[in-house]
């Protein structure tokens, strides 16, 4: 069974509005800090935004202005809102959590985090 399970991917047009919701809690264990990335089919997973245990935050340079990582108060629940989405949004989705807890990680550093979910299509297109 998936530990990280993300929902809310779909097709939106251009400068539209989308948010995506990953579900943690599948993870037997305490998670320090979570993240957002999306992959081109072909392409390297890039890093969109993350979020530690104190809230604080990072963004890809791409993304900032436009997206925003969230939590729910129960910290088992990740968001992501995109506004003004561009065709070059269009990837797959993967919420990503680090249950390691050995320190202080790089938010956007695919090798920071130990637990993948699926990922979710997001695909924006006129």
């Known amino acids: 069974q998936p530990q990280l399970v993300e929902s809310g991917g779909g097709l939106v047009q251009p400068g539209e509005s989308l948010s995506l919701s990953c579900d943690t809690s599948?993870?037997?264990?305490?998670?320090?800090?979570w993240a957002w990335f999306r992959q081109v089919e072909g392409k390297r997973r890039e890093g969109v935004a993350g979020?530690?245990?104190?809230?604080?935050?990072r963004y890809a340079d791409s993304v900032k202005e436009r997206f925003t990582i969230s939590q729910d108060d129960t910290k088992k629940h990740l968001y992501l809102q995109m506004r003004s989405l561009k065709p070059d949004d269009t990837a797959k989705y993967f919420c990503?959590?680090?249950?390691?807890?050995?320190?202080?990680?790089?938010?956007?550093?695919?090798?920071?985090?130990?637990?993948w979910g699926q990922g979710t299509q997001v695909t924006v297109a006129s």
């Open positions: 979020i530690n245990l104190t809230g604080s935050t």
């Open positions: 599948g993870v037997p264990f305490r998670i320090c800090t």
């Open positions: 990503a959590a680090d249950s390691r807890c050995w320190g202080p990680v790089t938010f956007l550093a695919s090798e920071a985090y130990d637990t």
